[in-house]
DNA sequence: CGTTTGTTTTGGATCATTCAAAATAGCGAT
DNA sequence: ATCGCTATTTTGAATGATCCAAAACAAACG
């Protein structure tokens, strides 16, 4: 398997000690992205049971540090993580069930950093999120 | 005055009843929109001394259900409220002490609602949030 | 003015996240 | 291979924002 090996070298790249918890969590968001700090928690107990939630916590800050992971809040929901972070995409969740899948920058280039009216503020970057109801819940009235 | 009257009317109309806990909240939110929930119960203890945090709390939710009151939550910050709720508009973050402003929808009518791929969900609504540095913190570095 | 029903209060619970100190383990140098 | 330095993990507890539930209270209608 090369993916160990992989992640491995992605934490190393960023200048982190290559830890059997924070392969897990890389591991982890490459299989679920989107995930939450817990919902990857549960992910790595299954195969590190002795790993803790605090754990998977600092290796998520660690990763948000060093450029290798970007988090996301979207309103009334937990955090999330990702390890798409070289592009600036947004994200389209479903209301119900809180699904998110990624959604490339909209009107092409980058009109989501123009601001009719800046007052004044240095605009350093846009976040777009897209609210909906997935397919499935959609298929699903509750 | 003709706020305390109009404040009663704002609610009335809404369909709740008209309590003095709640005139003050709808006042305190005409004064400092984009005010977390603490930040009003301050405004309101002010005025009415008596007044709990919780009452503050339910005559948001109210205020949210009856469509009088809209809540934004910009990522890592308390939730805000703001009165402003009849138009699409987005806000702008200051990333260093969180002052919010209003910021007109961007790209003229709906583009905001047109992710490029909606992956089959039923989008509904388009949350935009530029961050950036305001005037203030710009003039006083850290 | 009394009744009904919505609202406020009080006190506590919850969730996600963070803090801090002690124990442990990478990894570069020996 | 081992040492030692320092980063990381663990443990246990604390925090902040928000919500829940039951009892006391008050607005509005007749």
Redesign the interface.
Do not use: K, N, R
């Given at each position: 398997m090369s993916s160990a090996l992989a992640s491995a070298d992605l934490i190393r790249h960023a200048g982190l000690r290559v830890t059997d918890s924070r392969r897990a969590v890389v591991d982890a968001l490459g299989e679920h992205p989107h995930a939450s700090a817990d919902e990857l928690f549960r992910q790595v107990s299954a195969r590190l049971p002795q790993t803790s939630l605090q754990s998977v916590y600092n290796a998520l800050a660690d990763f948000v540090g060093a450029g290798l992971a970007r988090?996301?809040?979207p309103?009334?929901r937990p955090r999330l993580y990702e390890l798409r972070v070289s592009d600036n995409h947004?994200h389209?969740v479903?209301?119900q069930c809180g699904k998110v899948?990624d959604?490339?920058?909209?009107?092409g280039a980058a009109?989501?950093?123009?601001?009719?009216?800046?007052?004044?503020?240095?605009?350093?970057?846009?976040?777009?999120?897209?609210?909906?109801?997935?397919?499935d819940c959609?298929a699903s009235p509750l």
């Open positions: 988090q996301i809040e309103a009334g947004h389209l479903c209301s899948e959604v490339d920058c909209v009107v009109p989501c950093l123009a601001p009719s009216e800046s007052h004044g503020f240095a605009v350093e970057a846009a976040e777009v999120t897209f609210w909906g109801v997935c397919p959609a």
